[in-house]
């Protein structure tokens, strides 16, 4: 199984990025998909999830309205398009593949697969 996330990097504030993560070595293209994030020092927190049809999508109230999620199941990959981002989303985002909704929600130390990571920073 391989989770890959890309597309960190560094912008200022106000300014957007796009990070993609492709899932591969399994039938992912029944799994949900999503995004976690972790800032130095903090907990890994929910940034969003999709399920694996791509009809249902859950947000954190703290990127909600700026950030998108959206997921090519042909290619088992999911996107984080991240708009009008602010210093307080600096943080190494992580992709996560799991059969069920409630473990992004709810229970993320029960998701089954785990990216490595990329690294989001943004200046002020």
């Known amino acids: 199984v391989h989770v890959v996330e890309s597309g960190g990097g560094l912008v200022q504030a106000g300014g957007s990025l796009r990070l993609s993560c492709a899932a591969s070595g399994g039938a992912f293209s029944t799994y949900a998909m999503g995004w976690f994030r972790q800032a130095p020092g903090e907990e890994r927190e929910f940034v969003a999830a999709v399920d694996w049809s791509g009809g249902s999508k859950y947000y954190a109230k703290s990127v909600k309205g700026r950030f998108t999620i959206s997921r090519d199941n042909a290619e088992t990959t999911i996107y984080l398009q991240m708009n009008s981002l602010k210093p307080e989303d600096k943080a190494v985002y992580y992709c996560?593949?799991?059969?069920?909704?409630?473990?992004?929600?709810?229970?993320?130390?029960?998701?089954?697969?785990w990216g490595q990571g990329t690294q989001v920073t943004v200046s002020s």
């Open positions: 996560a593949v799991d059969k069920n909704i409630p473990s992004f929600l709810e229970r993320f130390d029960t998701i089954a697969y």
